[in-house]
T-cell receptor, first 108, second 112 residues
Framework: EDKVVQSPLSLVVHEGDTVTLNCSYEVTNFRSLLWYKQEKKAPTFLFMLTSSGIEKKSGRLSSILDKKELSSILNITATQTGDSAIYLC????????FGTGTSLTVIP | DSGVTQTPKHLITATGQRVTLRCSPRSGDLSVYWYQQSLDQGLQFLIHYYNGEERAKGNILERFSAQQFPDLHSELNLSSLELGDSALYFCASSPGPGTEAFFGQGTRLTVV
């Protein structure tokens, strides 16, 4: 059965800390791994990864895919309160599967 | 603004009723995905359409059905509604399978 698993489920950090969110997948006919940020409403797209070992970066956020380990990490450096959200990982294959998300809370 | 439009934003209806949720994808996107998100739950994949054809089905109940029309907009029909169907229903669109999907703002359905 295809699945996407994220860890940790929940994380509370202080502003300025660096966090690493994990995503592992077992998906038939894997095509890509995506990261989204969900605040109050709709998830917003962050990154799409298709090639192993190539880091994608956007400001303080970065992500990398390891196809051998069937996993991906999302790093956030110098966290800010505005980073507080649920971070969702999704894998596309035969379907578009989402993990249950990691809830990140950044305390001032 | 993602470019994906969902209507209505909110819907309150009684048990046993039927509702239709509508989604207009981003211009040029051929894939439409539907998801259900209940309180404190993750995004549950319901169904995927590509260029008018059903591509994949997830955990979609038999009481639910969907279709994608020639103009690429999609509708999700929910019938014989139960209290447990109360949730946020998201639509997402992408150019095609395997590409990044962009989400609409969701329709919040409350069944009373």
């Amino acid at each position: 059965e295809d699945k996407v698993v994220q860890s940790p489920l929940s994380l509370v950090v202080h502003e300025g800390d660096t966090v690493t969110l994990n995503c592992s997948y077992e998906v038939t006919n894997f095509r890509s791994l995506l990261w989204y940020k969900q605040e109050k409403k709709a998830p917003t797209f962050l990154f799409m990864l298709t090639s192993s070992g190539i880091e994608k970066k956007s400001g303080r956020l970065s992500s990398i895919l390891d196809k051998k380990e069937l996993s991906s990490i999302l790093n956030i450096t110098a966290t800010q309160t505005g980073d507080s959200a649920i971070y969702l990982c999704a894998s596309t294959g035969n379907q578009f599967y989402f993990g249950t998300g990691t809830s990140l809370t950044v305390i001032p | 603004d993602s470019g994906v439009t969902q209507t209505p934003k909110h819907l309150i209806t009684a048990t046993g009723q039927r509702v239709t949720l509508r989604c207009s994808p981003r211009s040029g996107d051929l894939s439409v995905y539907w998801y259900q998100q209940s309180l404190d739950q993750g995004l549950q994949f319901l169904i995927h359409y590509y260029n008018g054809e059903e591509r994949a089905k997830g955990n979609i109940l038999e009481r639910f059905s969907a279709q994608q029309f020639p103009d690429l907009h999609s509708e999700l029909n929910l019938s014989s509604l139960e209290l447990g169907d109360s949730a946020l229903y998201f639509c997402a669109s992408s150019p095609g399978p395997g590409t990044e999907a962009f989400f609409g703002q969701g329709t919040r359905l409350t069944v009373v």
